[in-house]
């Protein structure tokens, strides 16, 4: 029940120090003019400041126990993550600042991670591991379907195809630590404790979303069931994000799982290349404006 397949050799985890408008504002429905695919991101982008430093402090903590290799891979790790959280939280501003009152968001964001750091630092790093898997699937189907972000303005597609290509890159550090520091389980027993932690975290993840919906919509004065039925369109049908990402969701529970049985590398370099972005260099500042 060991991985049929590990993270390749050859993977190259490449922090990029992007920075995007800070002068620019942005329009309240910046995703083609759609409420509905405009909160289902803005949402996303609210949790990652909070929730990608508790995957850096989750994964750091099992840095020193581990291959120097996989040391490596988890400081490009921390150094991306950071990079993220810094551009989402200028982006979460720029939402704020087109009338959106996100502060009973950002409360409950930090009251579920304030429970979480309760755990053990195993539990933490077996959470990470689930929601990395999440935010993988998610950046892929971003970057394979082009009508996630057609429409969005320029800035916010660049943000997020950006942030989709590093988690790409990254999307084994954290299983492959959770490999590391669970050796002396049994197969059988790792299998069980992280299929049981995914169900747990996926519906976790799927109320948070439903509930920042609301609010959004609530604010936009369209809380309606008009709304939730195209909701529901937009999410499973058209372009049907969650319908896209549940056989790789489902692949999580396969024993032999392992986040690159999928090489989708061909994307990262596909984007790159249409984002202007450095293939390396991490010393060199990107500045969109």
Not at 209 to 217: I, V
């Amino acid at each position: 029940m060991q991985s049929a397949s590990s993270t390749p050799q050859d993977l190259r985890i490449q922090p990029r120090n992007v920075m995007f408008a800070r002068d620019e504002g942005t329009d309240r429905w910046w995703n083609n003019c759609n409420p509905i695919a405009t909160a289902f991101y803005n949402g996303l982008s609210l949790t990652f400041p909070k929730g990608e430093a508790f995957f850096i402090d989750s994964v750091r903590h099992y840095r020193d126990a581990v291959p120097a290799e996989l040391q490596s891979q988890i400081d490009a790790f921390i150094k991306q993550e950071a990079a993220h959280s810094r551009e989402h939280g200028h982006f979460n501003g720029q939402v704020e600042r087109t009338g959106y009152d996100t502060a009973w968001m950002h409360a409950d964001v930090e009251r579920r991670l304030a429970e979480k750091r309760k755990g053990s630092p195993l539990s933490n790093l077996i959470t990470t591991v689930a929601l990395e898997h999440f935010t993988a699937i998610i950046a892929h189907a971003l970057l394979k379907d082009e009508r996630h972000m057609k429409g969005a303005s320029r800035d916010a597609a660049r943000l997020w195809k950006w942030h989709a290509i590093e988690e790409i890159e990254h999307k084994a550090v954290a299983y492959d630590t959770l490999l590391a520091a669970t050796q002396h389980f049994s197969a059988f027993k790792r299998w069980k404790v992280r299929s049981l932690v995914m169900l747990f975290i996926s519906n976790a993840f799927l109320r948070a979303r439903l509930r920042q919906l609301g609010e959004f919509f609530k604010q936009d004065g369209i809380n309606t069931p008009t709304t939730w039925l195209k909701t529901f369109s937009f999410l499973f049908v058209y372009p049907g994000i969650l319908r896209q990402i549940l056989p790789a969701w489902l692949s999580f529970f396969r024993p032999r799982f392992h986040p690159w049985q999928h090489d989708d590398r061909h994307l990262i370099a596909q984007h790159l290349s249409e984002l202007g972005l450095p293939l390396s260099n991490p010393e060199a500042v990107v500045k969109f404006s």
